[in-house]
């Protein structure tokens, strides 16, 4: 990539959104501000929070005007008022983004030093639409090493054609970002994963870049877990997604055997029942929609 001022990488706009992040928002922001290279702009939109995570952005935004911060906060970006807040925020940042080239992470992230140089690198290859980034899960007690182990794709295992990544760490040209008219706007879960299929289907470059890392916080514990593996299946099922994969979920549902032979039994099957009871939820609510 051109660097300006060996600093800033040319034509790219980072965005995120955020939501009653204050216990997380300045770790986060802090690893913005150790990269090694940083984005023309960075496009934080907030939906309203009511912790004061808006107010610590604003701070740290004039505390470190080279990060070149812009912040929004609009309640409509909120779970009150949008049936997508996530999408719609996201959207609405790219929207607002003068750049060619964007990236994207989530606010509860901290970003490894050279995340944003090698999420756009790849583009240096004019072949390249879309880039596929990784993440690791922060594992800070017991339950969250056996979710991760458990869970959690392993990079020497993934195979990166077929990989769908997380916006927790994505790039993509702002033109494929029009041309699948953005992230899809219909449900609170999923959009990104859907967003993937959206961009695959339209016949867009996928480039896997294993070395730009976002770590994030794996569920503290199992109750936790559940709730958002509920949360990833309504996605699923909202969206009418990886559907064998849920048909195998309801065999092993009724006849748990794999689960007892692989032990953990209870962590396993609480987990992927909730990631079940979701998937059944969203279909629910696309036949309501």
């Known amino acids: 990539m051109e660097f300006i001022n060996n600093k800033y990488i040319k034509n790219v706009s980072l965005i995120t959104v955020v939501y009653n992040e204050a216990d997380n928002i300045t770790n986060f922001l802090q690893s913005y501000f150790e990269q090694e290279f940083y984005a023309e702009e960075f496009i934080v939109i907030d939906g309203g929070s009511e912790d004061g995570t808006f107010e610590i ?91 991760a182990d458990i869970f959690l794709p392993k990079k020497d295992e993934t195979n990166s054609l077929d990989f769908l990544p997380s916006s927790r760490s994505i790039a993509f040209k702002k033109s494929c970002w029009k041309a699948v008219n953005g992230y899809p706007y219909k449900c609170h879960y999923g959009e990104d994963t859907m967003f993937d299929i959206m961009l695959k289907e339209k016949g867009f470059m996928f480039y896997f870049a294993p070395k730009a890392v976002a770590y994030w916080h794996a569920p503290a514990n199992l109750k936790d877990a559940c709730r958002k593996y509920y949360n990833y299946g309504t996605g699923d099922g909202y969206y ?43 279909i629910v609510e696309r036949i309501k929609s």
């Open 57 to 147: 952005l604003k701070k740290y935004a004039e505390s470190n005007p080279d990060l070149k911060l812009k912040i929004t906060s609009e309640v409509r970006f909120s779970k009150s008022y949008s049936d997508s807040p996530i999408a719609d925020a996201r959207n609405a940042a790219i929207e607002l983004a003068r750049c060619d080239y964007i990236a994207v992470t989530d606010a509860g992230c901290l970003l490894d030093k050279s995340w944003l140089y090698e999420i756009v690198k790849p583009f240096e290859e004019n072949t390249v639409d879309v880039v596929s980034g990784w993440y690791e899960a922060i594992r800070d007690n017991e339950f969250q090493r056996k979710f």
């Open 240 to 282: 009418k997604l990886h559907k064998m994969y849920y048909l195998k979920l309801i065999f092993h549902a009724l006849i748990p055997v794999k689960y007892l032979m692989t032990g953990d039994f209870v962590i396993r099957y609480s987990i992927y029942f909730s990631l079940l009871r979701g998937y059944f939820t969203g």
